[in-house]
């Protein structure tokens, strides 16, 4: 199993970015993914998860209504839309699953500052 994650940077306030979650070695299709994030000094907090076929979504409170999570089972890859993005969303974003065992990708940094 292997996550990989792209799409981070450094965005100005209100602006927006898509992070990619690409997935291998097991039918991602078949599970749920999600969207974890870690600020400094902070604890890992679960950002979205989406089921397998895409029609189920969850969001954390602080990012209902800017965020968006989808995914594209035909290319095994999941996605994360940020917009009006905020300085507290600044964080390393990691994709997560469970295949009989936790899951992590490396991590991609957010930064959102002027």
């Known amino acids: 199993v292997q996550l990989v994650e792209s799409g981070g940077g450094l965005v100005q306030p209100g602006g927006s970015l898509r992070l990619s979650c690409a997935a291998s070695?097991?039918?991602?299709?078949?599970?749920?993914m999600s969207w974890y994030r870690q600020a400094p000094g902070k604890e890992r907090e679960l950002v979205a998860g989406?089921?397998?076929?895409?029609?189920?979504?969850y969001y954390a409170d602080s990012v209902k209504g800017r965020f968006t999570v989808s995914r594209d089972n035909a290319k095994n890859t999941v996605y994360l839309q940020m917009n009006s993005l905020k300085p507290e969303d600044t964080a390393v974003y990691y994709c997560?699953?469970?295949?009989?065992?936790?899951?992590w990708g490396q991590g991609t940094q957010v930064t959102v500052s002027s």
């Open positions: 989406v089921r397998s076929g895409g029609e189920i979504t």
């Open positions: 070695g097991f039918p991602s299709s078949s599970y749920f």
């Open positions: 997560y699953t469970w295949v009989g065992k936790a899951f």
